[in-house]
Each structure stands twice: as C-alpha cells, then as structure tokens.
C-alpha cells in the first residue's frame, strides 16, 4: 500500500487548511485511514479516523473535535481532513495512515504511513 499526502504549509491562527491522503496498491476495498500528528519533542497523536464501509462515520480527538473533519472519496481512493480554527497548538507533522482493521486509533494498528507533510499554525 502505497499513501501520498498533499497540502500543509503555513497558515495563521484561525484560518484553515486541508490534507489529502490518496491510497493504493491496496487488496481489499474496505479499510481504514487515520490522520496523526506530531510535535516536536512529543509523540505520535492519532486525531481522527475514518472508514469507507460501515457508514459510522468519521472519529476524532478531543483536541479536534467540532474543528477537523475526516471524509473520504471512495472513486478516488482520496481521503481529507480538513481543518478550521487552527491554533499554534495544531503546529506538527501530519501523518495519514492505513489499516484493515481499527478500534482505538492508535499508531500499532496501522500498517502503513504516508510520508507526513508539515502543518505550521503561526502568526
């Protein structure tokens, strides 16, 4: 399975930005992808995941939720996670990631990583 991001950058406190995440090379149509993050000197956050096959919807962190949505485009193999009200806390690396199968978003249950873009939330 291959995953390549898009977006990240600099954007000032409040504004928005959006991350894609398009997968391939994958077996089976129904998974799993999960957006992580990272500051430096912290460890890996999982902030939302989301599956294209049981219609429950997307799930998100405490530190995202009602600010970050997770959607996916099943005819794409495209997944987003947009982003409003950024604060200088949301400043990190952004991960996408893939699974077959995930219960508490956690970085152990996914199998493969996109390569991460930067998020800086700066004045």
């Known amino acids: 399975v291959q995953l390549v991001e898009t977006g990240g950058g600099l954007v000032e406190p409040g504004g928005s930005m959006t991350l894609s995440c398009v997968a391939s090379g994958f077996t089976y149509s129904e998974y799993f992808i999960g957006w992580f993050r990272q500051a430096p000197g912290q460890e890996r956050e999982g902030i939302a995941y989301?599956?294209?096959?049981?219609?429950?919807?997307?799930r998100y962190a405490d530190s995202v939720k009602g600010r970050f949505t997770a959607s996916m485009v099943n005819a794409k193999n495209t997944a987003y996670l947009i982003m409003n009200n950024l604060k200088p806390d949301d400043t990190g690396l952004y991960y996408c990631?893939?699974?077959?199968?995930?219960?508490?978003?956690?970085?152990?249950?996914?199998?493969?990583w996109g390569p991460g873009k930067q998020v800086t939330v700066s004045a």
């Open positions: 989301i599956t294209n096959f049981d219609g429950r919807g997307a």
């Open positions: 990631a893939f699974s077959y199968e995930v219960t508490l978003n956690v970085a152990d249950e996914y199998d493969y």
